[in-house]
């Protein structure tokens, strides 16, 4: 007897998909409270170095799940959206990648091109560049006060969107992600 499969729509987003979500998501947060953190510790201080070891570990290690995520091919569940609100998503979601890979990449070039090692971890990072003013100054402005202001616009536009999707619309955006 012939068998039939029938391929069933996709509702919700895979286990590794969530989990390079959240992680990420808690990882971007501590990005921003190991800057912060670091603010209150006195200039060259063991306290200072710790909150910048942190930051620019987590840091790589936002750009590595990125890397990997970007690999896995995730596949995302359709969301029965009009045209236009899929032109909106898609565009977002990849806004935002592009932001969580050009951060960690801008980041180190900042901390690179003044000479400085960069540490992952424990495991030192010597610079490409050396002492390179003119680079640093690219990194210096795409990784800088603006670029804060920027990035949390977006980010809360997002999580303004999946609450709205939640509580307004009352549709399953958010639950297929938790
Ligand atoms: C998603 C990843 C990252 C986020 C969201 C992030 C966020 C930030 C923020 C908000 C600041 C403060 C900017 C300012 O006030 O001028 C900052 C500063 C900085 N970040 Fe990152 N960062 C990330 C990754 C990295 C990585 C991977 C590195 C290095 C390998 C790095 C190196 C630095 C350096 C050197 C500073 C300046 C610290 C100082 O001297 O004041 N960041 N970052
Ligand atoms: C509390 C914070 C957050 C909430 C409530 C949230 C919520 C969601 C929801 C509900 C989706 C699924 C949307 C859909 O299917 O249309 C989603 C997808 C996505 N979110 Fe978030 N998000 C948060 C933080 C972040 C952060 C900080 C980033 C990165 C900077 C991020 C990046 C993404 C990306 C790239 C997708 C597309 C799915 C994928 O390609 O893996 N989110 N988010």
């Known amino acids: ?3 039939t499969s029938v391929s069933v729509p996709q509702t919700t987003y895979t286990l590794p998909a969530k989990f390079y979500h959240w992680s990420t998501a808690v990882l971007i947060a501590s990005m921003f409270i190991t800057i912060w953190l670091r603010g209150f510790a006195e200039s060259k201080s063991a306290a200072q170095a710790f909150w910048t070891n942190a930051h620019t570990s987590l840091g790589i290690l936002v750009f590595g799940l990125t890397v990997l ?3 896995s ?4 569940p359709e969301s029965g959206e009009s ?8 565009a977002m ?17 900042r901390m690179a091109a003044r000479n ?12 490409p560049f050396g002492d390179a003013p ?3 100054a690219i990194g210096r402005a795409l990784h800088g006060d603006a670029m804060q202001y920027v990035v949390l616009a977006l980010i809360a ?7 709205g999707h939640h509580y307004f619309l009352k549709d399953d955006t958010l639950r297929r992600m938790v």
């Open 1 to 3: 007897m012939a068998s």
């Open 69 to 71: 995520r970007l690999l």
């Open 73 to 76: 091919r995730i596949r995302v």
């Open 83 to 90: 045209a236009f609100g899929e032109f909106l998503r898609t």
């Open 93 to 109: 979601h990849r806004t935002l990648l592009v932001v969580t890979l050009l951060l960690p990449i801008s980041g180190f070039v």
């Open 116 to 127: 400085r090692v960069t540490d992952f971890f424990g495991y030192a990072i010597a610079s």
């Open 134 to 136: 003119s680079i640093y």
């Open 157 to 163: 536009l997002h999580v303004a969107a999946a609450l």
